[in-house]
T-cell receptor, first 111, second 116 residues
Framework: EPEVTQTPSHQVTQMGQEVILRCVPI?????FYWYRQILGQKVEFLVS????????KSEIFDDQFSVERPDGSNFTLKIRSTKLEDSAMYFC?????????FGDGTRLSIL | AQKITQTQPGMFVQEKEAVTLDCTYD???????LFWYKQPSSGEMIFLIY??????QNATEGRYSLNFQKARKSANLVISASQLGDSAMYFC?????????????FGQGTTLQVKP
């Protein structure tokens, strides 16, 4: 069964550094998303991406964040100047109207 | 305003029994979808079941069924014949179809523990 693939599974980074989280969505899906989940909290929407552009972003998704689809398969989330509070699980998802499948997540730890 | 409410922070169920996890939602969009996800302690989000607002019948997927009561704005997940492997956090989520972005709004989750 096709699945969303995220790399790395765990990323440890010094505060102030830039990180790039990578995702390979399911190939026939047109909608792509990033979500984050701070430990012990609910999943929060960050950004949606459709037709090669951002279709919606949340208040969390400020200038520190950016997304790209550099080729036909990858979908990346870049976080610049990381802060301690960016520590969370970041999920990529892709979907259709009636489904939204998540990757296994990248656990980002900022030291 | 809270759009998805899961009022049960934690639930216990005896193995082989059925359990209902509650979810209520709030939307003015006539077209929407409701999702349930399972998150085991390993952290991944596993899609379980989907119910569209215009679907005539309640959704079912194996041991999972969704008790959809549109007038009450509730979409409770029923797990039949609970197994030890069902112990996990369960999230209800809603997708409003207007705007076409498809983002999901999640509830706070319910932790389910299945007792042997």
């Amino acid at each position: 069964e096709p699945e969303v693939t995220q790399t790395p599974s765990h990323q440890v980074t010094q505060m102030g550094q830039e990180v790039i989280l990578r995702c390979v969505p399911i190939s026939n899906h047109l909608y792509f998303y990033w979500y984050r989940q701070i430990l012990g909290q609910k999943v929060e929407f960050l950004v949606s991406f459709y037709n090669n552009e951002i279709s919606e972003k949340s208040e969390i998704f400020d200038d520190q964040f950016s997304v790209e689809r550099p080729d036909g398969s990858n979908f990346t989330l870049k976080i610049r100047s990381t802060k301690l509070e960016d520590s969370a699980m970041y999920f990529c998802a892709s979907g259709t109207v009636a489904s939204q499948h998540f990757g296994d997540g990248t656990r980002l730890s900022i030291l | 305003a809270q759009k998805i409410t899961q009022t049960q922070p934690g639930m216990f169920v005896q193995e082989k029994e059925a359990v209902t996890l509650d979810c209520t939602y709030d939307t003015s969009d006539p077209s929407y979808g409701l999702f349930w996800y399972k998150q085991p302690s390993s952290g991944e989000m596993i899609f379980l079941i989907y119910q569209g607002s215009y679907d005539q019948q309640n959704a079912t997927e194996g041991r999972y069924s969704l008790n959809f009561q549109k007038a009450r704005k509730s979409a409770n997940l029923v797990i039949s014949a609970s197994q030890l492997g069902d112990s996990a956090m369960y999230f209800c989520a809603m997708r409003e179809h207007s705007g076409n972005t498809g983002k999901l709004i999640f509830g706070q989750g319910t932790t389910l523990q299945v007792k042997p």
